[in-house]
């Protein structure tokens, strides 16, 4: 399945400049979120949003067609 990735802050490293920090990653049926951020290597704590709704859990899965963008994890104090 193929699903749509947008990435911010310092997770758009993880793409070529010239992508903007956008790409296309194919995903086996039935793949989750955190099937997801290991196919981009993405090992640090990351806020993530499916279809525009904030997604809470790494064992999210996903469909076909969904789109995820990946934020970095804001604190603050």
């Given at each position: 399945?193929?699903?749509k ?12 400049p010239d ?7 194919e ?6 979120l955190k099937d997801l951020?290991?196919?981009l290597?993405i090992q640090i704590?990351?806020?993530c949003?499916?279809?525009g ?9 996903l469909?076909?067609g969904d ?8 604190g603050?104090g």
């Open positions: 399945m193929q699903i990735v947008s990435l911010f802050s310092v997770f758009r490293e993880k793409l070529p992508s903007h920090g956008k790409t296309t990653i995903l086996a049926e039935g793949g989750m951020l290991a196919a290597d704590a990351a806020t949003s499916v279809n709704q904030l997604e809470y859990h790494q064992t999210a899965r469909k076909d789109q995820v963008q990946i934020f970095r994890m804001v603050g």
